[in-house]
């Protein structure tokens, strides 16, 4: 019962862009402790019940690690040894209900782990989505 889905979206193929020549795009993140927020935190796309917000802008090739070192870079919390983040992409469905979908771990001591090469592309981030972030201990 914490909103999240257990269905995610179809896995695209990995892509590749030229960052010297695309710009990159603002993605809303949400962090916190423990566990994931609920769809319904969501239910007001443009103003989030959500706090802990952070803005990063990034590209699509961007990778689960890459999205993790940029948290780590400003927020303290989740550099506690030992300590995991749970990435999970929030989208609009069919019907314009939010989606809460955990789409990877990554750990401190093993960024690059099995979920760490995952890009935004390849678990259908668009522009406009949101990521919610998990630190788990």
Do not use: C
Not at 44 to 52: F, I, Q
């Amino acid at each position: 019962a914490d909103g999240t889905s257990s269905s995610p979206r179809p896995r695209r193929h990995r892509q590749t862009i030229n960052r010297e020549l695309t710009s990159p795009f603002l993605v809303r993140v949400f962090i916190g402790d423990a566990f994931h927020r609920r769809a319904e935190d969501f239910e007001s796309w443009s103003r989030p019940r959500a706090t802990g917000e952070l803005h990063l802008y990034t590209w699509p090739d961007a990778t689960l690690a890459e999205i993790a070192d940029l948290v780590r870079e400003v927020n303290v919390a989740t550099r506690k040894p030992g300590s995991r983040l749970s990435i999970a992409h929030i989208y609009r469905d069919r019907r314009g209900k939010p989606v809460v979908q955990q789409v990877g771990v990554i750990h401190e001591a093993d960024r690059e782990g099995p979920d760490g090469p995952i890009s935004l592309f390849e678990v259908g981030f668009r522009a406009g989505d949101y990521i919610d972030i998990a630190i788990l201990s």
